[in-house]
């Protein structure tokens, strides 16, 4: 079964908070990202990773073009540095514009 006929919950602070979360990949120049928990934000303009993970496939995370947004980290404002890479998401892949932000309090947030 794909990711998307059988999404994973993660479960958050109570029994009664659940938050969508799906597997994705990022490939770049070769390498792969293996399984990262992303959580689903349909709101969300954007696709965020933390950008430890794209550093350690050799991405050079603040050479990537720069924008300052908010909303889904502690500080009221953070950094993201988008970087065109391969995204896999329930066997699909697909190249396009993704963030990376240091301190993300998720592996991956998939937006729009």
């Known amino acids: 079964m794909n990711g998307l006929a059988s999404p994973r919950c993660w479960r958050r602070a109570t029994d009664e908070e659940w938050a969508p979360l799906i597997d994705v990949s990022i490939l770049y120049r070769g390498f792969e990202s293996g399984g ?3 959580l689903v934000d349909s709101g969300a ?3 965020i990773i933390e950008a430890s993970i794209g550093e350690r496939l050799g991405i050079p995370i603040r050479d990537g073009q720069t924008d300052h947004l908010t909303g889904f980290t502690q500080s009221d404002e ?6 065109e890479v391969q995204l896999r998401v329930a066997g699909t892949s697909i190249r396009t514009m993704v963030g990376f932000c240091y301190g993300l309090p998720v592996q ?3 937006g729009r």
């Open 45 to 47: 303009m954007a696709t």
């Open 108 to 110: 991956a947030l998939l």
């Open 36 to 38: 990262l928990k992303a």
């Open 78 to 83: 953070a950094t993201v540095y988008f970087h």
